[in-house]
């Protein structure tokens, strides 16, 4: 295997996991959202994270297997594998995916600012010189532009809405805001493939996402946490103790019966 290929893979594995991840956190909201339209609603952003999660998967794994050449001695990965046969350690999505869903204000901030990090990492991602990877993108940024109207939407009417929904909807901002930087870091791998065109350079989204951010903020009468604290490690593997408990439920029959299949 190729260096340039470990990094195409870590690259689309770990992009493969924010989606993953964070697809298993809004499907919690199944059953449990505010109304039925906001249920329906909330169930089908998930399966958009998750569908994506699958063309990552499917394309690291195919990456993975091109490698392995004619040798019939190694057995061949599939998206599954990926999904479900890895521990928490190896698992490359940063922190914020992995957060708990909260309350509905926690979850609306949290799509918020990754919707908003999203829109513009999908629109860099299209111009990819890796065909597989600009095809992805071209296909994610569609749901990107309405998940971020979606959750934009809600930072409005929660934060100029009620005293409560103002008050839950800050806290939560507040709460998060320290794990906003990670988006922001690049990984060896991903420094690597920016050479040649495949990756994006999120240090130099971070002013265009925080100047949309700062003024969602100010249209709901919000104010703009100030970066007191950052806390990093998911792309590294170094993750809080809520990964290993929400991959106990999503692996939980691939484990227990090892090889299932629909």
Known sequence: MTNSNNDLIDYVT???DDS?????????WCSKA?????DLALTNVALDFLGRAQMFYNYAAELHNADLGTDKSVDRITADDIAYLRDAREYKNTLIHELPIGDFAY?????FLIDSFGVQFMT????????TVSGIAAKAIKECRYHLRRSNDWVLRLGDGTQESHERIQTAFNQLWGYTSELFEMTASETALLTV???V??????????KQVSDTLKQATLELPKDEWQINGGRAGIHTEHLGQVL?????LQRAYPGLSW
Do not use: C, H
Request: without cysteine.
């Open 124 to 131: 860099e991602l299209v111009k990819s010189s890796d065909k």
């Open 201 to 210: 350079d999120t240090t130099v989204l971070r002013d265009a996402w925080l």
């Open 248 to 252: 106990s439920e999503l692996q939980y």
């Open 197 to 199: 065109n495949i990756s």
């Open 14 to 16: 770990g992009l493969g």
């Open 34 to 38: 505010p109304f039925l339209e906001e």
């Open 107 to 111: 979850t609306m901030a949290r799509q």
């Open 20 to 28: 993953l991840i964070l697809g298993q956190r809004i499907a919690e």
